[in-house]
């Protein structure tokens, strides 16, 4: 039931709409957030991007917690399965959707800060569901609530069960780990964190976010590098996939056609950075920032340094260390983790299986402390700031059940809720297009 849901929700139909709202938004705003990139690149990377305030975290903060639940273990496994599912042209696509997405994450993330609200105790907290109260008139209250409720389900399958559980898988074949012992420790830690509040994820976050892509972006340029002979025609390929109808690639792959290309790397992109549907607005509103556009500016560099760098790294050490499409022990194609490592293995050796363990472990632990903002969020929106610490240990629990539980039922329904996430949210979007434009016009750039 739930499989054959998704197969209808993650359609053709839904893709185009999440690319549609992206084009539309990138024609409203005369291409704004693709032409102010490197300005927003400075911003979230400058000082004063790091200043924290009383009642909020600072923007670098804020960026860092939308990345921990971005970057996750599809920036690995994801990418990889786009690869064998799609072809080397379903990279050229993924990369074709995070330009679009970049409109997208700047339009939510900016209008979620511009209708945020102030608690009585002076933090701030917003997102969608807010957005859609104050803009959408007698609709919104209900589209709101719905959304939040989505959302709610996401952070618990996605964000505390699937992270959870790909974490014990990790930690049980790199280090002999029960799957039991992985689920407490990484309960206790979580629960740790997270009674801390917002402040104390954003400060994990931006310690771990940056130290986790470090490693790993430079573990994968390093096989790049290694492989660099092969890389113009890995380039070459991965066009020719892109835009021919089909291209004979040999091996477990057999034929490759243009629609899977286009298919799995819109989808891949789409899961990966999570552009449409709305999760980093949650975390966008908490920044301590009085300018909506700027945030907006910096809460889309999620979207590049997600997709434009990590899945990228991933993409191009697999296309040109020459595995896409080696069988594994069973005859079928490598796929996954199991062929990241291959990649990696054809220059770093035997330090492959560690570099990509302790990165999918990372990755993971980082998903799980960011999608816990996103429902202490909506359950506050749903039933009042006295539910937000029973919800903490319930994603505590549910961060263990992850580790021990099967994973197939839990996918589906984070895939489920992804999609209902982004029709409200996709909604919404283009709504307030005339007025996300006019923002832009207004908005004046730093010296």
């Keep these: 039931m739930l499989e054959t849901l998704n197969a209808f929700l993650w359609g053709p139909g839904t893709l185009a709409l999440i690319l549609g709202t992206g084009a539309w938004l990138t024609l409203r705003t005369g291409g704004f957030p693709q032409r102010n990139l490197g300005q927003a690149l400075a911003l979230s990377l400058g000082r004063d991007a790091r200043r924290k305030g009383v009642n909020g975290v600072s923007p670098f903060g804020s960026l860092m917690t939308a990345l921990a639940t971005t970057v996750g273990t599809g920036n690995i496994v994801g990418v990889a399965a786009a690869l064998v599912s799609g072809g080397p042209g379903a990279l050229v696509w993924m990369e074709l959707a995070a330009a679009l997405g970049l409109a997208v994450k700047f339009a939510e993330c900016m209008l979620a800060v511009k209708y945020r609200r102030i608690r009585s105790d002076g933090t701030r907290w917003g997102g969608p569901m807010a957005v859609m109260e104050a ?159 700027r945030q907006g500016l910096i809460s889309m560099t999620g979207v590049f340094f997600d997709t434009t760098v990590i899945c990228t790294v991933t ?33 770093l050796g035997p330090w492959a299986d560690w570099l990509v363990s302790v990165s999918l472990g990372l990755f ?53 809720s992804n999609a209902l996430m982004a029709l409200p949210n996709l909604m919404c979007l283009i709504l307030l297009s005339g007025e996300i434009a006019a923002d832009c016009r207004k908005f004046r750039p730093e010296k």
């Excluded at 819109?266 to 980093?280: C, Q, T």
């Excluded at 069988?327 to 293995?345: K, M, Q, S, V, Y």
């Design 135 to 293: 803009r959408l008139g007698r609709p919104g209250n209900p589209l709101g609530k719905l959304y939040a409720f989505f959302a709610l389900l996401m952070a618990f399958a996605m964000g505390a069960m699937a992270q959870s559980g790909a974490l014990a898988d990790t930690c049980a074949a790199a280090f002999s780990l029960s799957r039991r012992q992985v689920g407490v420790t990484a309960a206790a830690l979580a629960l740790t964190i997270l009674l801390g509040g917002i402040r104390r994820i954003a400060d994990a976050s931006t310690l771990l976010v940056p130290v986790m892509a470090l490693l790993y972006i430079g573990g994968g340029a390093a096989v790049i590098l290694g492989n660099l002979p092969r890389l113009p025609d890995a380039l070459t390929l991965m066009l020719r996939c892109a835009f021919t109808p089909e291209a004979a690639l040999g091996g477990a792959l057999g034929t490759i056609t243009r629609r899977s290309a286009i298919r799995w790397g819109i989808a891949r992109g789409v899961f990966s950075n999570e552009a449409g549907l709305g999760s980093a607005a949650m975390t966008a509103a908490c920044a301590d920032t009085e300018s909506p556009v």
């Design 315 to 347: 993409g191009l050490a697999i296309c040109c260390s020459g595995v896409l499409g080696l069988p594994d022990a069973h005859g079928e194609a490598l796929t996954g983790a199991a062929l990241t490592i291959r990649a990696f293995g054809t220059v």
């Design 364 to 416: 993971a632990f980082t998903s799980v402390l960011g999608c816990a903002v996103q429902a202490e969020t909506v359950i506050s929106f749903l039933l009042g700031r006295a539910a937000v610490r029973p919800c903490q240990v319930l994603y505590g629990l549910a961060v263990f059940f992850g580790a021990v539980l099967p994973m197939e039922t839990v996918l589906q329904l984070a895939d489920l």
